[in-house]
């Protein structure tokens, strides 16, 4: 089993960066893909970004140009720095390690002047 706890979200005004992190414990496997989600009030959880662990990412058409996914692998960790927020990335932000289903709980990120 993998346990998963994010931190870094917070309020930000528009056009703000915020970096969010995910450490991750437990069973971890050399190979393994890991994404950030996110779900907004009303609306279903979707992927922002994912990384393999031999480094390929991917990005939603919302999140390409403005965010950057990358890994600590020696401190377990995936961040997601977030640059030129909006309001609609206002949401919920999730990690999850694919290998063994498991889920952070939530950090919220809102975007508000």
């Known amino acids: 089993q993998v346990q998963l706890v994010e931190s870094g979200g917070g309020l930000v005004q528009p056009g703000g960066s915020l970096r969010l992190s995910c450490v991750a414990s437990?069973?971890?496997?050399?190979?393994?893909?890991m994404g950030w989600y996110r779900q907004a009030p009303g609306k279903q959880r979707e992927l922002v970004a994912s990384i393999t662990s031999g480094g390929s990412t991917n990005y939603s058409d919302s999140a390409k140009g403005r965010f950057t996914i990358s890994t600590n692998n020696a401190k377990n960790t995936v961040y997601l720095q977030m640059n030129s927020l909006k309001p609609e990335d206002t949401a919920v932000y999730y990690c999850?390690?694919?290998?063994?289903?498991?889920w952070g709980q939530g950090t919220q990120v809102t975007v508000s002047s």
């Open positions: 999850y390690h694919s290998d063994s289903g498991s």
């Open positions: 437990g069973s971890i496997f050399r190979f393994y893909i």
